[in-house]
């Protein structure tokens, strides 16, 4: 029996930057495929900047033609403004895949921290020296990819301890 391989895209939105990472998991081998960080006009309106940043995930989607996709889950801020600029970046991130028939799933940053590092309270350095551990030969030049990596990883290990428990119950029926 052929072991399959997923691609899996992860998401770490932002209006100014969007960090994506995109690994493919065959059985529980995670390789590194590709990485990087959408940028935004800073001096173009939010419906211009919304609309690139859809833009750019389409074509990200179309080149690399994921099985799921995962984003990172906002947290509050103290600016209410950042806030609401960062949800509307999630909700283009969350739209992208969505419309192209991609399962998308949805992580809480310390749940993505847990999953990666092994906990919650993890900074940003620990986050990325993890990823750069698990994906060797990954070259990760922005904390945003890193982070992309890590949402994209966290899924892999969801997917990962799903399979396993779908085939503990089949072996038991």
Do not use: W
Not at 121 to 143: C, E, F, N, W, Y
């Amino acid at each position: 029996m052929a072991i399959r391989t997923v691609r899996i895209l992860g998401i770490d939105p932002g209006l100014r930057f969007t960090g994506y990472g995109i690994v493919s998991l065959a059985g529980n081998a995670l390789r590194h495929v590709a990485d990087g960080v959408i940028g935004t006009d800073s001096a173009a309106s939010v419906p211009e900047r919304l609309f690139a940043l859809d833009t750019a995930l389409a074509a990200l989607i179309g080149q690399f033609a994921p099985d799921f996709a995962a984003v990172e889950e906002t947290y509050v801020n103290v600016n209410a403004t950042a806030t609401l600029k960062l949800g509307y970046a999630r909700g283009v991130a969350l739209l992208a895949p969505a419309r192209a028939g991609v399962p998308v799933a949805e992580y809480g940053a310390k749940t993505v921290k847990r999953s990666v590092v092994g906990t919650g309270s993890a900074d940003k350095t620990q986050v990325a020296m993890m990823v750069r551990r698990l994906l060797p030969g990954a070259i990760i030049t922005r904390a945003d990819a890193a982070d992309a990596l890590a949402v994209a990883i966290c899924h892999a290990h969801h997917l990962g301890q799903a399979t396993l428990m779908a085939a503990s119950r089949r072996g038991a029926a």
